[in-house]
């Protein structure tokens, strides 16, 4: 087997934040400590006079037990570790001795040594602790602006699923790459994605995301999917920074890994497929029947969804490097795919896509993908979006990213919402009633046995509250014409902040007087889309002035804003 590549150095600068605990007890001969969050890190141990020759058993942990000490069975990969520590009166500091993970894709960052997840820490002795104990998490994170964007509204749960997803944005980049978490830290393109999208809705940094970018293009993992997700990634850096660098110095890295050479002549692709991971969260994908780590059919609607949706970003990015042959012939092939797709794996009667030709079974993943990546017809749309609407959340964490954005762009914004906002044992809440601080990798441990609490791709509400939600996207590259489309659904207000190249976009909206505030900033237009429709010929007031609005496809009212601010009332 393959020895796992280590990242020797992180490429990007890596900072150490010695963080409190929020609550600190003892019992007899041991010292608790509650950090409030998960990080990763290691604990620092201060005494303000000479401690005692001793040997001390440290124990750092993710979870509690039933009895409020840290647990020391957590299960999957949750983290608990105990260390020893040897204490002498000449030495008043001191840090863990971490030991090192040797199956680990990501080792020790280099000048910080050995880190692991944690939110608790136990110091028990064999004698009464002295009083001068104090403790430190030293928390490792890439820099991270907190301040770059914010989000609450009229639904606690969803402000607290919020706030979960922005803290693992900011928690998982302790090693300068997006991991897939602790079990692995390794890279995987899917995650990247998805760990892309929520970071920079939450501070808008390019530096990790490209950093990870080139470590895969070296290290590229196995599923057909993550091959395609390369020029995804690219192409979102694109539109959210306004720079095509990662396409302008990898073009023809990027072409190969559309995987073209698997295409047959009806432009489809002949690949298996991962679906979604863990197996057991595939809807049924191939009649139930597995694999092996990647299923069947051979032509199969997944795999080609994610091609259509490569294609057409290859050809943007070809656009933007005026590579206007390549972006006309990809355009070409992801119209094929289109054509070929529809014909293959549509079932007219039953009005859906089925999994894979020759396949019979339906499953929510041949649904869900092709109407998030606009493969489905308008005429084919009511039958996909009801199927889809009826599966609820049958796909896993990752799967959510692509179920979410496919009822936001099928007006099926309330949906959405009250899956990002459920109490369910498939739910981020969940996540949260089970005592994490950060995402997992699967909704419980039922589903996947061996789950970390620290899995960014588990973190989609971040970019789709921001996207879809607030309604905050670019029409063009780097955020220079805006468009400000806010999905309500029943809340009765939100308001948020939006980072981008210019300046942030912020966005408030009260249902009772209907209004809505927002700022441009300086050097973007924007596009807004009011929340509820306006009668056609009603005024509204735009900061204090009336205004006739302009109405398309039926009662959706837009204007074009200069930067500034405005408050929009009707």
Known sequence: MAAIPVLAAPPVPLQVIPVAPTRVATHGNVLFADFGQD?????????????????????????LANDGTINRKPGGSVLFCEVPLATHPDQLEYELALPARKHAAMGAPPGIGEIVPFRY?????????????????????????????????????????????????????????????????????????????????????????????????????????????????????????????????????????????????????HAPAIVD????????????????????????TVANAFLYHALQCMSHLASALNKQDDAQAFAARAQQVYTAFNATFFDATRKIYVDGEGSTHASLHANMFPLAFGLVPPEQQAGVVAFVQSRGMACSVYG??????????????????????????RSWAHMLDLGSTMTLEAWDPSVKRNLTWNHAWGAAPANIITRYLLGVRPLEPGYTKILIAPELGTLKWMQGKVPTPRGPVRVAWQSNPASLDLDIPAGATARVLLPSPVATGKSVSINGKAFLPKVETGATILYPLASGHYRISY
């Open 277 to 300: 991971w863990p197996v057991s969260e595939r809807d049924g994908y191939n009649d139930g029947v597995v694999e092996g780590k990647q299923v069947g059919p051979d032509v199969n």
């Open 400 to 425: 959510a990213q692509f179920l979410l954005e496919s009822l936001y762009l099928s007006g099926k914004s309330d949906d959405a919402l009250a899956l990002m906002s459920a109490d369910t044992p």
């Open 121 to 269: 820490a136990e110091i028990e002795g064999t004698n009464s602790l002295p009083e001068d104990i104090t403790v430190r998490q030293l928390t490792v994170n890439a820099p991270f602006d907190d301040s770059a964007s914010d989000f609450t509204s009229s639904d606690a749960t969803l402000n607290s699923v919020w706030n979960l997803c922005k803290r693992t944005m900011k928690a998982t980049t302790a090693f300068g790459v997006f991991i897939d978490g602790d079990r692995e830290r390794k890279p995987y393109e899917a995650d990247a994605y998805i760990a892309m999208l929520s970071h920079y809705a939450c501070d808008l940094d390019p530096r990790v995301a490209r950093a990870t970018f080139d470590y895969l293009l070296a290290h590229p993992t196995w599923p057909t999917e993550w091959s395609l997700f390369m020029p995804m990634i690219a192409d979102a850096d694109y539109e959210a920074t306004g720079d095509p660098v990662l396409a302008a110095n990898n073009y023809e890295a990027l072409k190969a890994k559309l995987l073209l050479q698997k295409v047959g002549p009806d432009g489809l692709l």
């Open 39 to 63: 990080s990763f890190g290691n604990l620092k141990i201060d005494f303000s006079s000479a401690p005692p020759s001793a040997d001390w058993k440290v124990r750092l942990g993710e979870r």
